[in-house]
């Protein structure tokens, strides 16, 4: 793991912005460090005016809290009780955003619904990683708008774990909801349709089940997200 700190200054003394740049072992990727993850304080030093070299305070990853519980009646307590487990592990969780609007927001269902999506998209890009929650949603498969911020934390490069994903392999689930045949070729349809029936084993369609981590619970995704994350830095550098 290689960190790098760079120093810019502003003004006779005045140590402004100290960065550091690392290398992630389970992506292999450098990026420098997002805002927030390290928040210096300037220290006066008694003798001068100047400020003295600050002190690097420990980041806590973010994770971004993916699933259909802001549907849910609970969804306080819900988001509640996964953020306090996050406090638990080292871990900040972050819930969906309501994109910034108060109780006297007067724009149109458009206006809010583009809000709301930008705001998840910021929470999302600002996270080290994503827990989702893709139990079964009003059918056989998980929330579509969780669906889609999986892919697009997947596609920005980070750690994705799930939870929530029901027992057996897919097909079994089709199968056992509908009537389903296999065709002369062996492949899995549905009776009345025709449709192929996706097979391969996959507990979830394949884009998913290849591209995270399938745990059983919440408790069991954050324990595995912070093991992805909570990278210890080297003795010797102060940064730990």
Known sequence: MLIRLRRRVSGAGAFQVWERTYTHPARG????????????KLLEDPTTTHATMP???????????AGPDIFFRDCERLYQDLKARCERLGLEGIEPSDGGLGTNFTGTDDERARLIYEGNIALIRQADGVIANLTDFRGLEPDSGTVFEV???????KPVVVYGVPAGSYAS???????????????????DSGVMVEGLGQRLNLMLAC???????ADAALARLAKMLLVPFPSGTGLG
């Open 29 to 40: 990727c450098a990026r420098p460090l997002r805002a927030g993850e390290c928040k210096p």
């Open 55 to 65: 002190q690097l305070r420990p980041h806590r990853p973010r994770v971004y809290l």
């Open 151 to 157: 892919g697009f934390a997947v596609a920005l490069g």
């Open 173 to 191: 689930r089709v199968g056992a909801a509908m009537a389903c045949t296999q065709d002369a070729d062996g492949v899995t349809r549905e009776r």
């Open 211 to 217: 591209s995270t981590a399938i745990e059983p619970s």
